[in-house]
């Protein structure tokens, strides 16, 4: 009978291995599917397929649309817009669908201004199968009658000239294919080939040698990894329980599994084995990395599971009930220093758990701030699990030594015994200089009574011990995070001071490699500089402000010298001594661009600054232009800078949530964010030299006094107390949903039975949910109280600027006419220098367009010319401004992956005569 009741328990216990078996499955199949090298076999069936289905979507969309403007290609009074108003942009732009509509060969209706569209057919490519637009690949449906084009345009591939954080040359999600994946409208001997119907060719795939992803689930699989080591772990820990019942000495054994598990633990971090788990963003060092040990966030999960698997396992060898019964037989002494011992060990373990949070903390690029639950992500949740596993650990060694110490020591000699070994632990580590937390010691503090009520007053585990237990260590965390938040703070803003010291501006740095041989082949330049000279060099700084300098480098102010060796106008050596002069400059702080002429000046004036210079020879004489570039007391940039420049940009931003200045001599000489500092530095007449931490006007401020002249702020907004309440109340309910997790899958019995409706338990059961639903509700209704606010603030401001501009422009643009078309191009150029004037007033970019939809001008041009965004208006915007006479619109836009605010308004003159439409994008 004893037999066939093992044999169940046994039975009973498989499940949890073969769960771990099943997801193991689960996930290598999902992985395997997910990662591929990008040389696989296309499956141009499959490709085609769904080429075809889009192009039969698209095809009854046009339909529809061509059916509904047929009726007007006579007339040039009905706005297509209006005709087709029922048509949802926004359903198009998903699926990767553009429809534009020609009547008599003009323009008259688009879908989507991501691309630039001629505005007369007939000077489009739009009559092939298959074309390239400024930014992307398309398959080109085509519907043609009498005097009206109707074209629907497919989304093949994006196709930027460059790439970044927010612009991808990717296929349409709907064709699942690898980015790497080249277009080419010729067929290649290695390419795959796509044809229409008819078994014509329409274009080629040419897929390059890499490995890649084709539609990630990375966190996914990882869950799916980690939770069958879970439940294999789970499996172990029922087997040893049930193998302590059924065997006298079934220490061997156990003892052999669980150095197995070390080896294998050992194995899988000398050779980053499995692969299928190692290569998961789990492991990805950028996230954590600390040691040998914990190489990375995942591998910190399976140590943390692994610790509380030991901790199980050691108390199944170890048979606490034996032991406390043969220590029985013992004298006083023995029993007291037995205790002290475990005592010691709790200690101890207490403290590498405590060390443990730190690090990764402190290790971790991962967003650990509770309140900011909108930064939250899969990985941060996973540090917030680690952390739980570890509590749950210490707190399961707190029980059985609790129980230990209840069945060996009398009531007064438990926390008389305690205390000895605290301090005597505490003590050792003053002598040691170790640094120890007060906050951790007085939770440690606050867990001993607990187990000492019920193991000594005999007390059940009900569902309140629990939830004590959960809201003390919630409150632990939080604060505790919170205290290393500010340590690690500290640490990173000395770095960034590091390298605000040599601060240097990638975007105008790239930008001026490109400019350079632009301003170097300028003969308008060169003329200028030769006949003006050093007489009117305003002339010569305006045009290179026109030409050159605008836009991104209004941050900068522009200096200029020219010299040159003519005798009769200026002394014989002026050319000698401008040559030493910025020879020396050069020599001592520039340092080379590369691949430029252009220099970094590290001459620690507090701003930044580059240097170039031109050279122009005419006949005997010599010319030499001088430029110098010195970044403005605001530094911030407006509007579309990091679309301009390739690459990643992310870690460029490490300032963003910062505000910082630079002191030179007293004086403020560059500043940035939202803290107002003063233009002297009285205001930190504390700081002395070296770094020194102050908190004024709720801000923290780190202040770097390298010498008694120069002096570096770098200033963050101060936690609040409020913050702190919101942290706390999303730690505990993600706390007692991991005790909800565990409880059910380890022994749903006896969830049931702490949850047994009694009316202690229905008292205690609306108390908690009472609690935490009022802490999920004031978390949520902060968050979403501060969403709204953002956003109804956001609005007014982008409200207020918008009139602000129209104010501006209509003082400024009465010698401009828009209308007049023999002067269009000198018009354009004037309002493209009013625009950026407004822009650099207003810290706003600024675009016009006519009441076509078509763009006039623009503050930031080089966004159109690099075809990131098309010449037409916004469809959605166009509609509401021309067809509902919206006096006001504003709404959500989006190049690339860059979302931001976008306002429109009607622009009339002084006469009130409506000239066009402005639009103010807004970033935040």
Same mark, same amino acid.
């Given at each position: 009978?004893?037999?066939?009741?093992?044999?169940?328990?046994?039975?009973?216990?498989?499940?949890?291995?073969?769960?771990?078996?099943?997801?193991?499955?689960?996930?290598?199949?999902?992985?395997?599917? &997910?990662?591929?090298?990008?040389?696989?076999?296309?499956?141009?069936?499959?490709?085609?397929?769904?080429?075809?289905?889009?192009?039969?979507?698209?095809?009854?969309?046009?339909?529809?649309?061509?059916?509904?403007?047929? %009726?007007?290609?006579?007339?040039?009074?009905?706005?297509?817009?209006?005709?087709?108003?029922?048509?949802?942009?926004?359903?198009?732009?998903?699926?990767?669908?553009?429809?534009?509509?020609?009547?008599?060969?003009?323009?008259?209706?688009?879908?989507?201004?991501?691309?630039?569209?001629?505005?007369?057919?007939?000077?489009?490519?739009?009559?092939?199968?298959?074309?390239?637009?400024?930014?992307?690949?398309?398959?080109?449906?085509?519907?043609? *009658?009498?005097?009206?084009? *109707?074209?629907?345009?497919?989304?093949?591939?994006?196709?930027?000239?460059?790439?970044?954080?927010?612009?991808?040359?990717?296929? /349409?999600?709907?064709?699942?294919? !690898?980015?790497?994946?080249?277009?080419?409208?010729?067929?290649?001997?290695?390419?795959?080939?796509?044809?229409?119907?008819?078994?014509?060719?329409?274009?080629?795939?040419? !897929?390059?040698?890499?490995?890649?992803?084709?539609?990630?689930?990375?966190?996914?699989?990882?869950?799916?990894?980690?939770?069958?080591?879970?439940?294999?772990?789970?499996?172990?820990?029922?087997?040893?329980?049930?193998?302590?019942?059924?065997?006298?000495? !079934?220490?061997?054994?156990?003892?052999?599994?669980? *150095?197995?598990?070390?080896?294998?633990?050992?194995?899988?971090?000398?050779?980053?084995?499995?692969?299928?788990?190692?290569?998961?963003?789990?492991?990805?060092?950028?996230?954590?990395?600390?040691? #040998?040990?914990?190489?990375?966030?995942?591998?910190?999960?399976?140590?943390?599971?692994?610790?509380?698997?030991?901790?199980?396992?050691?108390?199944?060898?170890?048979?606490? %009930?034996?032991?406390?019964?043969?220590?029985?037989?013992?004298?006083?002494?023995?029993?007291?220093?037995?205790?002290?011992?475990?005592?010691?060990?709790?200690?101890?373990?207490? /403290?590498?758990?405590?060390?443990?949070?730190?690090?990764?903390?402190?290790?971790?690029?991962?967003?650990?701030?509770?309140?900011?639950?909108?930064?939250?992500?899969?990985?941060?949740?996973?540090?917030?699990?680690?952390?739980?596993?570890?509590?749950?650990?210490?707190?399961?060694?707190?029980?059985?030594?609790?129980?230990?110490?209840?069945?060996?020591?009398?009531?007064?000699?438990?926390?008389?015994?305690?205390?000895?070994?605290?301090?005597?632990?505490?003590?050792?580590?003053?002598?040691?200089?170790?640094?120890?937390?007060?906050?951790?010691?007085?939770?440690?503090?606050?867990?001993? !009574?607990?187990?000492?009520?019920?193991?000594?007053?005999?007390?059940?585990?009900?569902?309140?011990? #629990?939830?004590?237990?959960?809201?003390?260590?919630?409150?632990?965390?939080?604060?505790?995070?919170?205290?290393?938040?500010?340590? =690690?703070?500290?640490?990173?803003?000395?770095?960034?001071?590091?390298?605000?010291?040599?601060?240097?501006?990638?975007?105008?740095? /790239?930008?001026?490699?490109?400019?350079?041989?632009?301003?170097? &082949?300028?003969?308008?330049?060169?003329?200028?500089?030769?006949?003006?000279?050093?007489?009117?060099?305003?002339?010569?700084?305006?045009?290179?402000?026109?030409?050159?300098?605008?836009?991104?480098?209004?941050?900068?102010?522009?200096?200029?010298?020219?010299?040159?060796?003519? &005798?009769?106008?200026?002394?014989?050596?002026?050319?000698?001594?401008?040559?030493?002069?910025?020879?020396?400059?050069?020599?001592? #702080?520039? @340092?080379?661009?590369?691949?430029?002429?252009? #220099?970094?000046?590290?001459?620690?004036?507090?701003?930044?600054?580059?240097?170039?210079?031109?050279?122009?020879?005419?006949?005997?004489?010599?010319?030499?232009?001088?430029?110098?570039?010195?970044? =403005?007391?605001?530094?911030?940039?407006?509007?579309?800078?990091?679309?301009?420049?390739?690459?990643?940009?992310?870690?460029?931003?490490?300032?963003?949530?910062?505000?910082? *200045?630079?002191?030179?001599?007293?004086?403020?000489?560059?500043?940035?964010?939202?803290?107002?500092?003063?233009?002297?530095?009285? +205001?930190?007449?504390?700081?002395?030299?070296?770094?020194?931490?102050?908190?004024?006007?709720?801000?923290?401020?780190?202040?770097?006094?390298?010498?008694?002249?120069?002096?570096?702020?770098?200033?963050?907004?101060?936690?609040?107390?409020?913050?702190?309440?919101?942290?706390?109340?999303?730690?505990?309910?993600?706390?007692?949903?991991?005790?909800?997790?565990?409880?059910?899958?380890?022994?749903?019995?006896?969830?049931?039975?702490?949850?047994?409706?009694?009316?202690?338990?229905?008292?205690?059961?609306?108390?908690?949910?009472?609690?935490?639903?009022?802490?999920?509700?004031?978390?949520?209704?902060?968050?979403?109280?501060?969403?709204?606010?953002?956003?109804?603030?956001?609005?007014?401001?982008?409200?207020?600027?918008? @009139?602000?501009?129209?104010?501006?422009?209509?003082?400024?643009?009465?010698?401009?006419?828009?209308?007049?078309?023999?002067?269009?191009?000198?018009?354009?150029?004037?309002?493209?220098?009013?625009?950026?004037?407004?822009?650099?007033?207003?810290?706003?970019?600024?675009?016009?367009?006519?009441?076509?939809?078509?763009?006039?001008?623009?503050?930031?041009?080089?966004?159109?010319?690099?075809?990131?965004?098309?010449?037409?208006?916004?469809?959605?915007?166009?509609?509401? +401004?021309?067809?509902?006479?919206?006096?006001?619109?504003?709404?959500?836009?989006?190049?690339?992956?860059?979302?931001?605010?976008?306002?429109?308004?009607?622009?009339?003159?002084?006469?009130?005569? =409506?000239?066009?439409?402005?639009?103010?994008?807004?970033?935040?």
């Amino acid at each position: 009978m004893n037999n066939l009741d093992n044999f169940r328990k046994l039975n009973g216990n498989i499940k949890y291995l073969i769960v771990s078996l099943v997801l193991v499955v689960v996930a290598v199949f999902v992985q395997k599917y &997910e990662l591929r090298p990008d040389d696989f076999p296309v499956d141009t069936d499959k490709f085609s397929q769904i080429l075809y289905e889009k192009e039969d979507d698209i095809g009854v969309r046009l339909k529809e649309v061509f059916n509904l403007s047929s %009726g007007f290609v006579d007339s040039s009074e009905v706005n297509l817009f209006e005709v087709n108003e029922k048509l949802n942009f926004e359903e198009l732009k998903t699926k990767g669908f553009t429809i534009a509509i020609f009547l008599n060969d003009s323009l008259r209706f688009w879908t989507d201004n991501a691309i630039n569209i001629e505005k007369q057919y007939s000077k489009t490519q739009l009559n092939n199968n298959v074309v390239k637009l400024n930014n992307a690949w398309y398959l080109v449906k085509h519907i043609h *009658a009498k005097n009206i084009d *109707a074209i629907g345009l497919v989304l093949i591939k994006q196709k930027y000239s460059f790439e970044n954080d927010y612009l991808s040359n990717a296929f /349409h999600e709907d064709f699942n294919q !690898p980015s790497s994946i080249k277009i080419s409208l010729i067929s290649l001997s290695y390419s795959f080939d796509i044809s229409d119907r008819q078994g014509n060719h329409l274009f080629s795939l040419v !897929p390059v040698n890499t490995i890649s992803s084709k539609n990630i689930h990375w966190q996914l699989i990882g869950i799916l990894y980690f939770l069958s080591i879970a439940f294999i772990l789970l499996f172990l820990t029922k087997w040893f329980r049930q193998l302590s019942f059924q065997q006298i000495y !079934p220490e061997r054994l156990i003892f052999s599994i669980v *150095a197995f598990v070390l080896f294998a633990r050992y194995l899988m971090l000398e050779f980053k084995y499995p692969f299928q788990i190692y290569s998961l963003e789990f492991f990805d060092p950028r996230y954590f990395a600390v040691s #040998y040990f914990y190489p990375s966030l995942g591998d910190f999960l399976i140590n943390a599971m692994l610790i509380l698997f030991f901790i199980i396992s050691f108390f199944v060898l170890f048979r606490k %009930g034996r032991f406390v019964r043969k220590l029985n037989k013992k004298g006083n002494l023995i029993k007291y220093l037995s205790v002290f011992g475990f005592f010691v060990v709790l200690i101890t373990f207490f /403290h590498i758990i405590v060390n443990s949070i730190e690090s990764l903390v402190l290790n971790s690029s991962l967003t650990l701030d509770a309140y900011k639950i909108l930064e939250i992500d899969v990985l941060s949740l996973t540090a917030y699990f680690i952390i739980a596993i570890l509590i749950i650990s210490l707190i399961i060694l707190l029980d059985h030594i609790s129980f230990i110490g209840k069945n060996l020591l009398k009531k007064r000699y438990f926390f008389i015994i305690f205390l000895l070994a605290l301090s005597l632990f505490y003590g050792f580590t003053l002598v040691l200089n170790f640094d120890v937390s007060i906050r951790s010691v007085l939770y440690l503090l606050s867990l001993i !009574p607990l187990f000492f009520y019920i193991h000594y007053w005999s007390k059940k585990y009900h569902f309140s011990f #629990y939830i004590i237990i959960i809201f003390i260590s919630s409150v632990y965390v939080v604060l505790f995070i919170s205290e290393t938040m500010n340590i =690690k703070e500290r640490g990173k803003a000395k770095v960034l001071i590091s390298k605000l010291q040599t601060e240097r501006d990638l975007v105008a740095e /790239h930008l001026l490699i490109n400019l350079e041989q632009k301003i170097f &082949e300028d003969p308008a330049l060169e003329k200028l500089v030769i006949e003006k000279s050093n007489e009117k060099l305003e002339q010569v700084s305006d045009y290179l402000l026109k030409k050159y300098f605008r836009g991104y480098f209004k941050k900068y102010d522009l200096n200029i010298r020219i010299c040159n060796n003519y &005798e009769v106008s200026k002394p014989a050596n002026e050319l000698d001594n401008c040559t030493k002069f910025y020879k020396k400059q050069v020599d001592d #702080y520039g @340092e080379k661009l590369k691949n430029s002429s252009f #220099y970094y000046l590290d001459n620690n004036n507090g701003r930044l600054s580059y240097f170039g210079s031109v050279k122009y020879a005419v006949e005997q004489t010599d010319y030499i232009l001088y430029l110098m570039l010195d970044s =403005k007391l605001i530094t911030s940039e407006i509007g579309y800078p990091d679309l301009l420049i390739e690459g990643n940009i992310k870690n460029q931003n490490s300032l963003s949530e910062y505000s910082y *200045a630079k002191y030179s001599k007293n004086e403020l000489k560059t500043r940035f964010g939202g803290f107002p500092y003063d233009l002297n530095d009285k +205001m930190f007449d504390e700081a002395k030299l070296n770094y020194t931490f102050l908190t004024l006007n709720n801000f923290d401020h780190i202040v770097y006094k390298s010498s008694i002249d120069n002096l570096i702020v770098l200033s963050k907004p101060k936690v609040k107390s409020l913050d702190l309440i919101i942290a706390f109340s999303y730690v505990f309910v993600f706390f007692i949903l991991v005790l909800f997790i565990s409880l059910s899958v380890n022994n749903l019995p006896s969830l049931i039975y702490l949850a047994q409706l009694n009316i202690e338990n229905k008292l205690l059961m609306s108390m908690i949910f009472v609690l935490a639903l009022s802490f999920i509700m004031v978390g949520a209704g902060t968050v979403y109280y501060n969403i709204q606010q953002f956003g109804i603030k956001n609005d007014k401001n982008i409200s207020e600027k918008l @009139e602000s501009v129209l104010m501006g422009l209509e003082l400024e643009i009465i010698d401009v006419n828009i209308e007049d078309s023999t002067l269009y191009k000198e018009n354009v150029l004037k309002l493209n220098d009013l625009l950026r004037k407004q822009a650099d007033v207003f810290y706003t970019d600024i675009n016009l367009y006519d009441f076509h939809g078509s763009l006039i001008a623009s503050s930031r041009p080089e966004i159109f010319t690099k075809g990131l965004i098309g010449n037409l208006m916004n469809p959605e915007a166009y509609k509401q +401004m021309k067809i509902n006479e919206k006096v006001r619109y504003i709404h959500q836009e989006k190049v690339g992956s860059l979302e931001y605010t976008s306002a429109y308004a009607l622009f009339r003159d002084a006469d009130n005569e =409506k000239v066009a439409y402005i639009n103010l994008p807004h970033f935040t």
